[in-house]
C-alpha cells in the first residue's frame, strides 16, 4: 500500500511482481526461518525476475520476459525475503538523473523540484517516501551511492564480484570497473543484514564465481 502511495507522488514503481502473494505463503511454509523471513524487498529494474520484463528504460526490451530469476533474486528469496516491486531507471543506466520513455522521471521524494539521483534512483525515491524498507540496486559509477546520497540513505557498492551479477541485463556492457548490485536502506544496520544473508551458501552454489566467502561481523564491527 505505502509503494503505492510513493510511486503516485514520485513515480518510481514500473512494475508489481506478481508472486509476491505466493512466496509469502512459501516463505510461512519453511522450516528454517531465512535472516530476512517476511522482509519485502525492492528491486531495481534490470535485475531479472520470473515473469517479468528488465526494460532498461529501453524499448527494444520490453516485449522480452524473463524465463527466470537473477541469482541475487533466487538468494533473496531462499533468506526468506518477499521482491514485490521493480523500480525506475535512466535509459541505459548511464546517467545520474532517473527518468526514461517508456516510465518518464522520477522525482525525489523530499523535494519534487528535485532529481532522486541515478541510476538506482526508483530505489532512491520509494526508500526514502518510505515504500521499501530494503532495495536492491546497482552501482558502477556511483549509481547507489548518488541516489542515497541524494534521498539521505544508506547504500553499499560491493567489492568487485562479491555477490552475483549473473541474469542481470546490464552485462552486455564492458567496463573497466565492475558494476556491482548492492543494497540500500535507511541505516547502515539494515545493509549489514542484507550482506551478511546474501553471503550465503545459496550464493556460493548458484555462482560458483563468487568467492565463498562468508560476511565477516568482526570486521565491520572495527
Not at 1 to 20: R, S
Not at 137 to 142: F, I, K, L, Q, Y
Not at 164 to 189: E, K, N
Not at 201 to 208: G, H, I, S, Y
Amino acid at each position: 500500500g505505502e509503494a503505492l502511495e510513493v510511486t503516485q507522488e514520485v513515480n518510481c514503481v514500473v512494475d508489481f511482481i506478481h508472486g509476491c502473494e505466493d512466496q509469502l505463503q512459501k516463505v510461512k511454509k519453511q522450516k528454517e526461518k531465512g535472516l530476512l523471513y517476511g522482509i519485502p524487498v525492492s528491486i531495481k529494474d534490470h535485475i531479472n525476475c520470473k515473469g517479468h520484463v528488465s526494460s532498461g528504460g529501453m524499448v527494444q526490451f520490453l516485449g522480452q520476459v524473463q524465463e527466470e530469476d537473477s541469482v541475487i533474486v533466487q538468494v533473496l528469496k531462499s533468506q526468506g525475503a518477499i521482491p514485490f516491486v521493480k523500480t525506475n531507471i535512466p535509459q541505459t543506466m548511464i546517467n545520474y538523473d532517473c527518468s526514461n520513455l517508456i516510465f518518464g522521471q522520477t522525482l525525489n521524494p523530499l523535494n519534487h523540484q528535485k532529481s532522486p539521483g541515478g541510476s538506482s534512483g526508483g530505489e532512491g525515491a520509494l526508500i526514502a517516501g518510505g515504500g521499501s524498507i530494503l532495495g536492491i540496486g546497482s552501482d558502477v559509477a556511483g549509481s547507489i551511492r548518488l541516489p542515497s546520497s541524494f534521498c539521505g540513505l544508506c547504500g553499499l557498492k560491493p567489492t568487485g564480484e562479491r555477490i552475483s551479477p549473473f541474469a542481470c541485463s546490464d552485462r552486455t556492457f564492458v567496463l573497466a570497473v565492475t558494476g556491482m548490485l548492492g543494497p540500500m536502506a535507511r541505516d547502515v544496520d539494515s545493509l549489514a543484514l542484507c550482506m551478511k544473508a546474501l553471503l550465503c551458501e545459496e550464493m556460493f552454489r548458484l555462482d560458483p564465481t563468487v568467492p565463498p566467502i562468508p560476511f565477516d561481523e568482526e570486521v565491520r564491527l572495527r
